[in-house]
C-alpha cells in the first residue's frame, strides 16, 4: 500500500511527493493544509499516511511527471500557543527561501492547492512578500505563482471558530482567535483587499471550491457548516467559485470515482493544466 514514515510528514516544512529533484521540470505544485492538518493524512480519504491520495494522484498523471508535487506541513492547533497566521506565512516563505538553491523551489512556475486555513497563509505569504516585508529574494518566489486553489478556505472567518472560543475550557489558540467572524483584529477584509490587488497585478489564476454540507457526528447529528459560503467564496471580478456536495473535512479527501473526486480532483487537475498552459505562452 506504499505506507509512508508518518513521523516524517509530521515534521514542519516542505515534504517531496514527486518529481521535484527534477531539474527541468516545468513547475511545482505545492499542498498547504489548514487547521489540525498533516502535509498527507488532510489529503487522504481515510486518513491514512500512505500513497493511495491525490497529491500522488496528481504527479502519477501522465501530463504532470514533469511537475513537481510538494506538501506543506506545519502545527496549527485548536488550544494552546502556536504560530499566528502571519508567523505561519512567514514560516512557509522561508520553507520556500531554504530551496531555491537546494531543490531549485521559485526558478519554475508555482501553484499552491490550499485546505480551509491553508488559503489564508498563502494570502498572507503575499502580503509579507509585497508589503510588510517586501525584500527581491522573497519577491522572486511569489512572482513565480501563477495559480491557487482555495477549498474551503474562510476568507472572511468562521462562526465556528467563535463558538469554540465560547465553549472551550483551554485557551483557544492564536489561530483559532483569529479565525472569528466579523473579527475586526484579525484585518481578513483587509488582507482580501490586498490579495484582490496583487493576483491582479501578477496575473495570478485563482479558483474556489466551497462546502454545502454540514459535518455530521455518527451519521445523524448535524454538528455545523464550519465555513458559510459567504466566507468561502471570494467576490472578485474573474473567479469562479464552484459549490461541491461535501463538508468542510472530506471536501479535501477525494476518493477515486466519489463525487468530490470527480468535482474537486479534475478540476483541479483542469486547473494547474490551465496554469501551465498560460505560464507557458508568458514565456515561450
Known amino acids: 500500500m506504499n505506507q509512508l514514515d508518518k513521523t516524517k510528514f509530521d515534521q514542519t516544512g516542505l515534504h517531496q511527493i514527486r518529481n521535484c529533484d527534477k531539474s527541468n521540470r516545468k513547475a511545482d505544485v505545492i499542498f498547504v493544509h489548514g487547521l489540525t492538518g498533516h502535509a498527507i493524512t488532510t489529503w487522504h480519504p481515510e486518513d491514512k499516511c500512505d500513497e493511495e491520495c491525490w497529491p500522488f494522484w496528481l504527479a502519477d498523471e501522465n501530463e504532470f511527471k514533469d511537475v513537481g508535487i510538494w506538501s506543506f506541513g506545519y502545527q496549527a492547533n485548536l488550544t494552546g500557543y502556536g504560530m ?7 514560516s512557509l516563505l522561508n520553507s520556500l527561501l531554504n530551496e531555491v538553491e537546494d531543490n531549485g523551489i521559485g526558478k519554475h512556475p508555482l501553484i499552491f492547492i490550499t485546505h480551509s486555513l491553508g488559503g489564508l497563509v498563502i494570502k498572507q505569504m503575499l502580503n509579507i512578500a509585497y508589503t510588510v516585508n517586501p525584500t527581491p529574494n522573497k519577491q522572486a518566489i511569489t512572482n513565480q505563482i501563477k495559480g491557487i486553489v482555495f477549498i474551503a478556505s474562510p476568507h472572511q472567518g468562521s462562526h465556528l471558530a467563535n463558538i469554540f472560543n465560547i465553549l472551550s475550557i483551554f485557551q483557544s489558540s492564536a489561530i483559532v482567535q ?13 488582507l482580501n483587499d490586498i490579495f484582490a490587488q496583487k493576483i491582479k497585478e501578477l496575473g495570478i489564476k485563482v479558483k474556489v471550491f466551497y462546502e454545502v454540507e454540514s459535518i455530521k457526528k455518527f451519521r445523524i447529528i448535524r454538528i455545523a457548516k464550519v465555513v458559510e459560503r459567504d466566507s468561502a467564496k471570494l467576490s472578485i471580478p474573474g473567479i469562479e467559485n464552484e459549490a461541491v456536495t461535501a463538508n468542510h473535512i472530506n471536501i479535501a479527501k477525494p476518493k477515486k470515482g466519489d463525487g468530490i473526486y470527480n468535482t474537486v480532483y479534475k478540476g483541479v487537475r483542469t486547473f494547474v493544466r490551465e496554469c501551465l498552459i498560460s505560464a507557458s505562452n508568458q514565456n515561450p
Not at 499566528?84 to 512567514?90: K, P, R
Request: aromatic share 4%; glycine share 4%; no cysteine.
Open 84 to 90: 499566528s497566521i502571519y508567523e505561519q506565512a512567514g
Open 178 to 190: 483569529q479565525l472569528r467572524a466579523n473579527n475586526s483584529d484579525a484585518n481578513l477584509s483587509q
